[in-house]
């Protein structure tokens, strides 16, 4: 050290005007750590594994179908002597009504960590309260969106990674994935000529260019592509009642699967 650094006190700017960074006490030599045992890849528990009920998914683009779906299914199942539980994300408690109108009716920014971690919160508390409950009651439940949701339109917006946001939503759920997606399958034009045709007003994501809606569909096809056993995935163009009897032959074998 120079004689000028020496003279300097702590922090003071030195005679070059630079400030004088203190000695460094010096570090002992760290214990080398013992190489740490592989851990096997846990299993992602889903709801077969956990539950007797069964977790059925609808999913794809804005007016692919899936209420119409949904209420189909849930009038089958409830005429087989099933107990249904109806249900939808964002909003499916009352605190994610509140999240809801945050994520789809807020005017202005919201970050794009922020909303994932909105979607998070709102699917933590909806599968803790309201998903978990009815599987362990041995419900079906029914319930329109889920993460495959947040994968997609976060992969879209290519903001954060898809494996990032699936993460943060097995977090959320404990690993809770459905026994059944269906995903609705519908090219971007033919769903906006719905929308139109429904005269709704548009939410924020609704309100997304064209582009946006191709790469969700896109992102929706590959993760069905991923995990074919998981995903049932239909021509949304063809008649509702023609899509109602696919999902219901495909219901129907999982739940013949759990009595036998
Ligand atoms: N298979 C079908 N063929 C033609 N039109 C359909 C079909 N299924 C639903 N529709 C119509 O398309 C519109 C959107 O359907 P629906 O509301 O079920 O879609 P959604 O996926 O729930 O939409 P959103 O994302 O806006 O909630 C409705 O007018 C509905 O009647
Ligand atoms: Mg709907």
Known sequence: ????????????PAASGRPVVPELPVVPELPVVPELPVVPELPVVSGLAVAPGLFVTLEGGDGAGKTTQAALLEEWATGQGRRVVRTREPGGTDVGVLI???VLHHRGD?????????????RAHHVATVVRPALHRG??????????S??????AGRVLGPGEVRDLSLWATEGLLPDL????????????????????????????????????????????AAEPERF???????????????????VAALLDARTS
């Open 181 to 224: 997606t269906v995903l609705l399958d519908l090219d971007p034009a033919a769903a906006r000529a719905r929308r139109d045709a429904d005269d709704k007003p548009f939410d924020r994501l609704e309100a997304e260019q064209d582009d946006f809606h191709a790469r969700v569909r896109g992102e929706f096809l590959s993760l069905a």
């Open 100 to 102: 809801r109108d945050i």
């Open 139 to 148: 419900d079906v439940v029914i319930q329109d969106r889920y993460l495959d």
């Open 232 to 250: 049932l995935v239909l021509d949304a163009t063809a008649p509702a009642e023609e899509i109602a009897a696919a999902v219901r032959t495909r």
């Open 150 to 155: 947040s994968v997609a339109y976060q992969g």
């Open 110 to 122: 919201v970050s794009a960590r922020a909303e994932a971690l909105l979607y998070a919160a709102d």
């Open 1 to 12: 050290m120079s004689s000028g650094a020496a003279a300097a006190s702590e922090g003071e």
